[in-house]
């Protein structure tokens, strides 16, 4: 049997200009796992990760703490399929586009009148809770943002370049975000779509959630949002 450890990103840096960046916390807790890999004789025969910059920071600070003590940290391999949806055009989209939808007004109203980040970011989230549920039911179709079955199709694509490249009996690491893991997840429990975002929506940042595979195309969830690395609740974040 070979493992696959999905880590999300250390937390990103919503409502700033560039949300890709790592936020202070996001470089602490992505160092903080490489010292846990370090502290426990963990090593990887590959390392995965998406294209985007908060996936490949979160890679590097990890890696560098592990090579740092003289450990193996094999070369991350690049799979572009790995990256998330597009969920600020997929918002941007929706709203202009759906504006009279009295749900969505509501839940863009509230966001634009949250005066701390807290609230800003929860009003966030139930305005893209609103939006994702269209999207997964393709009720939502907007040019130059993919569909929910685009989407999925893609991750599945790099899921599988993934383990072909792993091998079974192999230990393998792999960053990406939210989205991607909530393909992986339906892909291992067998749920609907709207159950998978659901699930995956708990997902803290720079969290380890676990499957295992083999060549016969078996592929299990073993471990899910495992933070060990990050033993202060406090330290915990979602966006």
Not at 1 to 9: A, C, I, N, S
Not at 49 to 75: M, N
Not at 96 to 123: N, V
């Amino acid at each position: 049997m070979g493992q696959l450890v999905v880590v999300r990103h250390g937390q990103a840096s919503l409502m700033k200009a560039d949300y890709d960046e790592l936020s202070d916390r996001g470089r602490a807790q992505a160092s903080h796992l490489g010292e846990h890999l370090v502290a426990h004789d963990i090593t990887f025969d590959a390392v995965f990760c998406g294209p985007a910059r908060r996936h490949r920071d979160t890679e590097a600070l990890a890696g560098a703490q592990v090579r740092a003590a003289s450990r193996p940290w094999p070369e991350a391999q690049p799979v572009p399929q790995l990256d998330e949806h597009d969920a600020f055009g997929l918002v941007k989209g929706a709203v202009a586009s759906c504006g009279d939808d009295p749900t969505i007004a509501a839940a863009q109203r509230a966001m634009l009148e949250a005066t701390s980040p807290a609230a800003r970011s929860g009003t966030f989230q139930r305005l893209f809770e609103v939006i994702m549920a269209r999207w997964l039911r393709e009720e939502l179709v907007l040019e130059g943002i993919e569909t929910w079955p685009q989407f999925r199709a893609r991750i599945t694509e790099g899921l599988q370049r993934v383990l072909d490249a792993a091998g079974s009996g192999c230990r393998a690491v792999a960053f990406s975000s939210v989205g991607p893991l909530a393909v992986l997840l339906q892909r291992a429990l067998g749920t609907d779509d709207a159950s998978s975002f659901t699930t995956a929506w708990r997902l803290r940042n720079c969290s380890l959630t676990t499957f295992v595979f083999d060549g016969r195309g078996r592929f299990t969830l073993d471990a899910f949002n495992a933070v060990p690395h990050l033993p202060d609740p406090r330290t915990w974040t979602f966006r």
